[in-house]
């Protein structure tokens, strides 16, 4: 299970931070990924963090984004500066076990202008 947090309303260059608690399988040696989907567009990648602690984004989140993990809490976060409107989705995260990838129940970021 994927139980993520922390969403909400926030004015252009504002910070949220993510949380995402994990249970039912082995956190510390998966990948845990960001994925969000914004109104009308298709769920993207936003950010991957690996059971080492190495991370990729996508280009419109560098310099802005940072995934983290805590492997003795079984959660990986999502600390989010300098928010635009166009941040503005359905945040999940997500797991690739054994074959099948799920995701989180998701939670909203709205950035207003």
């Known amino acids: 299970q994927l139980q993520a947090s922390g969403g909400g309303l926030v004015q252009a260059g504002g910070s949220l931070r993510l949380s995402c608690a994990a249970s039912g399988f082995i956190f510390r040696f998966n990948t845990m990924d960001w994925y969000r989907q914004a109104p009308g567009k298709q769920r993207e990648l936003a950010a991957t963090?690996?059971?080492?602690?190495?991370?990729n984004y996508i280009d419109s989140v560098k310099g802005r984004f940072t995934t983290s993990r805590d492997n003795a809490k079984n959660t990986v976060y999502l600390q989010m500066n300098s928010l635009k409107p166009e941040d503005t989705a359905v945040y999940y995260c997500?797991?690739?076990?054994?074959?099948?990838?799920?995701y989180g129940q998701g939670t909203q970021v709205t950035v207003s202008s």
């Open positions: 963090i690996t059971s080492g602690g190495n991370t």
């Open positions: 997500s797991v690739l076990y054994r074959g099948r990838r799920s």
